[in-house]
Structures are given as structure tokens and as C-alpha cells.
């Protein structure tokens, strides 16, 4: 079965770009998640979709934003970059809503803001 | 505001030398405890999910265990496979969100 897979894996872009990643579930995985990992700090939950509607989101700003698609796959959009938008990007997913129960991640997007 | 907090930052350990790490946490209405395990420039892979106070999982030499304000992943025996950050996470049923301590990073020497 396969997992979890991002796109692209690595990223440079210059502050003020946007940027957009991708994220395809495991199949049957009806939820994604996006988190943020920056350099030294912990995961930092971004945005959670389940079933083409948004559910839930941390607090980011506007400038991250998201969608699902009907074949439950999801992007991340990035607008107006910023240095501190640096870091490692991760998508997870797991069966149906509500419990975050079991999430399987992918390998990130490595983000890099110059 | 929900708060997840891990102890040791780092752990050195030899083969065959067991420890606990911690994951204390302030949030409000736990639905659930999270554990995962990190290898560099990876993403996290499940271990464990823990729901009430008192309930334990094992799975080969790693244990979980959950009280009403802190969880600790038991490390029996460790090998240096095992080493790799480990992260915890609590979820919120009100805020339906994850939160994530900042890990625990594990080495195993022989």
C-alpha cells in the first residue's frame, strides 16, 4: 500500500513568492492534515481537511491557506512568503474525522525562504 | 492555551540501558495522547494513542503509559535502531487539534 507522498520535496523560493505543495493521502483516507515544522520547534498543526471541507485551522495566517480535492488529495498555498515560512512541511492522513486517530505522515516539503 | 512539554531535550543511552521519556500536559478536554517517532528528514511514524488515565500500550520494546497530567514512553532494552526523536502530542476534542511537544532525542550507543 502505498503512502502517504508530497510534492515537491524540496523548495527555494524569495520572500514576497507564493508557493504551492501537494499532499495524496493513502488511499480510503478521507482526512488531511497539514502541519509546520520549523527548526527547533515542535510540529505546529496548519489546517485539517476532511471530506473537501476545511475544519479546522491553527493559528497561521491568512496567507496559509488550502483545499481538497474530491479525490481527497490537498494543496497548501503560501502567499507573500516570508523568512520565518522556512521549514519542513509535513501532510498526514488517517481514515474519517474527529480523532486525529492514527495520522500517517509523508516526508515533507523542505521549504527554504531566501 | 494548550501546552505540551517533553523531558530530556536529548537522552544518551547504551545498549540495553532502559529509560522513560516525559510528556507533561496542560490542555483542556484530552481526547487523546499521541506518540510518535521521528528519523531525520523523515516525517513522524504512530506509535501509540492513549485515551484515559491508567491505560498502557506496548508495542516490542516501547510502553506508554497516561495519567490525568503527564504520559511517559518506556524504553526497555533499546537498541541503537531506536534512536531517533520521539514526540508527543495532545488532542484537544474542543479545539479539535493537535498539539505537539517539541521531542525528545534519543541515542542509542552500543
Known sequence: ?114 | EDQVTQSPEALRLQEGESSSLNCSYTVSGLRGLFWYRQDPGKGPEFLFTLYSAGEEKEKERLKATLTKKESFLHITAPKPEDSATYLCAAYTGTASKLTFGTGTRLQVTL
Open chain 1, 1 to 114: 500500500e502505498a503512502g502517504v507522498t508530497q510534492s515537491p520535496t524540496h523548495l527555494i523560493k524569495t520572500r514576497g513568492q507564493q508557493v504551492t505543495l501537494r499532499c495524496s493521502p493513502i488511499s480510503g483516507h478521507t482526512s488531511v492534515y497539514w502541519y509546520q515544522q520549523a527548526l527547533g520547534l515542535g510540529l505546529q498543526f496548519l489546517l485539517w481537511y476532511d471530506e473537501g471541507e476545511e475544519r479546522n485551522r491553527g493559528n497561521f495566517p491568512p496567507r496559509f491557506s488550502g483545499r481538497q480535492f474530491p479525490n481527497y488529495s490537498s494543496e497548501l498555498n503560501v502567499n507573500a512568503l516570508e523568512l520565518e515560512d522556512s521549514a519542513l512541511y509535513l501532510c498526514a492522513s488517517s481514515h474519517g474525522q474527529g480523532a486525529f486517530n492514527e495520522q500517517f505522515f509523508g516526508p515533507g516539503t523542505r521549504l527554504t525562504v531566501l
